[in-house]
């Protein structure tokens, strides 16, 4: 079960936006992630926690951020419900989208987990709806995201693979390079991992077809 801790950043200024503190774990039926993140001072600023299904798809999302709540899932595409601090008003939302983004590395994570069936493909369009803090409102967002390479590290247990993404914004044309191991971000914009207490775990390759097409 990873442990570790992720340092959060402004990606044009590096401005520091604080830390995330996280423990994720693989099962039979999927992958679950709960962090909380701190601002530069220490202080708590919110809270993610994520699962999703063994083919990659949001079974349960809980954000917290600024007093903001959300939770959503994937139903009829994606479904969420943002609260406001004083918990007076609710707003739901639905958009026929793939999963959720935002500012944790979790979702990376979680995109690399929905187009894994399809990464022989040389680029797949995938539809998101990102929350961001401190408010969490919501944006539909699309991606492309290309498979650039996989590579193995030795380690003294067993070798660490590592995948190199290529990310684009379509709206934006603007394209950024994200390396991830099992369920742990190494790098991407704004995100650097700063201690791990154990290694990456491994995904079970799913045995039905995706999001994206069939599992190969």
Do not use: K
């Amino acid at each position: 079960m990873p442990r570790g801790r992720y340092s959060l950043h402004d990606p044009h200024d590096h401005t520091p936006l604080g830390e995330e503190h996280f423990q994720c774990a693989t099962g039979p039926s999927g992958w679950r992630y709960v962090s909380r993140t701190t601002t530069p001072s220490g202080a708590e600023a919110g809270s993610v926690d994520l699962t999703l299904d063994e083919l990659g798809r949001p079974l349960r999302l809980e954000l917290r951020a600024g007093g903001w709540h959300v939770r959503g899932a994937a139903l009829d595409g994606v479904t969420w419900v943002r609260a406001d601090p004083r918990g007076e008003h609710a707003e739901e939302g639905n958009v026929r989208a793939h999963g959720f983004t935002g500012a944790s590395p979790a979702f990376l994570v979680a995109t690399s987990r929905l187009l894994r069936p399809a990464t022989a493909a040389p680029a797949t369009r995938v539809r998101l709806v990102a929350f961001s803090p401190p408010v969490l409102a919501p944006r539909t967002l699309d991606q492309s995201w290309t498979l650039v390479g996989s590579q193995a590290h030795p380690t003294d247990s067993a070798p660490l693979v590592v995948d190199e993404y290529r990310v684009g914004d379509l709206e934006t044309g603007e394209q950024h390079t994200v390396h991830i191991a099992g369920d742990v971000v190494l790098s991407a914009p704004g995100i650097e991992l700063e201690d791990l207490e154990s290694p990456p775990s491994t995904f079970e390759t799913p045995g039905s077809s995706g999001p994206f097409g069939p599992s190969g």
